[in-house]
């Protein structure tokens, strides 16, 4: 197992990116595994019978490649000097691979204990936007959106409102969450999805005493307002620099949909790195 983050795009997003995924392998004690998927070159070029549209399109795929390339080079070299700053005490992997972006995403997804994305493949035209919505809204699998101004706290907070969602949350994150010392939950009870409500009581009280069980520091903050606004009020007024929440939303034709309090803090600017499930 280790803490894994999707390299690409350019050097400014994938820094902040690759910090968060520094400070969570620091804390899991686990190694850190650097990937950078790249789609095959062949798989990018139309092929149309005749002679000139097959010289046409090998001179596309050789630019392409070397284009590549050059990306390769680039982003090991700034994996290499980043993790060499981190310390020795680090133990980081660079990976290339060629195909589906989104598949390997998601197959590095399955076997890490944090999978880190940058911010910015929330985007719909970033190149790491298919694996951000490969992994959390097809394959089910949780991932971490990275901070753009990343921050090292032993406090992180959990976005509860009862439901099977956020506990499949806390759940799959819970190698993450054991990794900090102190743990909020936090809720606005008028907010519960009505269906949950009968049991949103219980299941709170059940969520403390399993992270009990694990020996962290739990209390309990209740909001008030919209959810996303006093969620990231919270987190700055308790110094958190994590939220784990689940992401309520579907995938129609392509495009991502998501409600309210998760698409607030997906895109804000100022959020601290959000541990998603779906």
């Not at 660079?94 to 493949?121: C, M, N, Q, T, Y």
């Not at 976005?159 to 759940?171: F, I, N, Q």
């Amino acid at each position: 197992m280790s803490v894994t983050v999707m390299l690409g795009g350019n050097l400014e997003e994938t820094g902040p990116a690759l910090d968060t995924a520094i400070q969570f392998a620091k804390r899991i004690k686990t190694t850190l595994t650097g990937l950078l998927a790249l789609p095959d070159p062949a798989n990018s070029v139309v092929y149309i019978t005749g002679a000139e549209t097959v010289v046409m399109g090998a001179a596309a795929i050789q630019s392409l490649t070397e284009a590549q390339d050059k990306l390769v080079t680039e982003v090991q070299a700034f994996f290499a000097t980043q993790t060499k700053v981190a310390g020795s005490w680090l133990q980081a992997e660079f990976r290339k691979e060629i195909g589906s972006v989104a598949s390997h995403g998601a197959a590095a997804a399955s076997l890490a204990d944090a999978f880190v994305v940058p911010r910015e493949a929330t985007q719909s035209n970033h190149p790491l936007n298919p694996v951000f919505e490969h992994v959390l809204m097809e394959a089910n699998l949780p991932l971490v959106l990275a901070t753009k101004t990343p921050m090292d706290s032993d406090t992180c907070m959990i976005a509860w409102d009862g439901s099977p969602l956020a506990a499949r949350a806390v759940k799959l994150h819970m190698p993450l969450i054991r990794s900090y010392q102190n743990v909020i939950i936090a809720q606005n009870p008028e907010k519960v999805r009505h269906q949950w409500a009968h049991v949103c009581k219980p299941s709170k009280a059940r969520l403390i005493e399993m992270l009990q069980e694990e020996r962290l520091e739990t209390s309990e903050v209740e909001l008030s307002g919209p959810v996303s606004d006093a969620l990231m009020k919270t987190a700055s007024t308790e110094n958190a620099s994590l939220i784990v929440m689940g992401a309520y939303g579907h995938n129609r034709i392509g495009q991502m949909l998501f409600g309210g309090t998760t698409s607030k803090l997906i895109h804000s600017e100022t959020a601290p790195a959000l541990a998603l499930c779906r």
